[in-house]
């Protein structure tokens, strides 16, 4: 009689929930690394590697850090002056790309459809603190158009008014948003953005 095969026992992982074995091309393997390490080292010998050498250059930088002149026999460090310790939190986005800090700035576009018609594109405010919805309130009062607040093409909202008032805007936010200064307004005419003023 043939002997009876046992079925083959998976080690999965605890972050990503994959075969151990495919970790390497899972959605975030960096944050994979520390668990590999520890429970699968067999798996991937260039990590145990990789994080020996971590370990003993964070151990050496710690030597180092500690100086004769940086305390007492108690070993602890002194505080560091400006709190240039903490490390500024960086926010990824998928793919591993940094996120860009996105400036104060008030961007006013025109556009043309069915030749005639235009459509004046107010984008940044919300980054002043103004809600949306109440400056397009203001603006449909203010120039007897149509006003609303839209998701734009980078699902952000945006206020649309109806007509081409896009030099008229500019006086009009700065008067009434006094927070929203005139230089960080700035128009796109042609594919560029131009300062307004």
């Known amino acids: 009689m043939a002997e009876k095969l046992e079925p083959a026992k998976v080690l999965y992982c605890g972050v990503c929930s994959l075969p151990a074995e495919y970790c390497e ?27 020996n050498e971590k370990a ?31 490390k500024e939190e960086v926010k990824r986005l998928p793919g591993g790309k940094l996120k860009k800090k996105e400036r104060l700035e008030v961007i006013i576009e025109k556009v043309v459809r069915n030749k ?13 603190g103004i809600k949306l919805s109440d400056a397009s309130k203001k603006l449909g009062k203010k120039f007897a158009t149509g006003a609303s607040v839209v998701k734009g093409p980078t699902e952000k909202e945006q206020i649309d008014v109806q007509g081409d008032i896009i030099y008229d805007i500019v006086e009009f936010i700065t008067d009434t948003w006094p927070d929203v200064p005139e230089r960080s307004i700035f128009f796109i005419e042609d594919g560029k953005k131009v300062q307004a003023g």
């Open 116 to 128: 005639r018609k235009c459509i004046t594109i107010v984008k940044g405010l919300e980054l002043f």
């Open 25 to 51: 091309f899972g959605p975030d393997f960096a944050r994979c690394k520390p668990w590999l390490v520890e429970n699968a080292p067999d798996l991937y010998p260039d990590l145990l590697k990789e994080a």
């Open 56 to 86: 003993a250059s964070n151990v050496s930088d710690k030597l180092q850090s500690v100086g004769i002149s940086s305390g007492g026999a108690d070993g602890a460090q002194p505080s560091q002056p400006g709190g240039t310790s903490k």
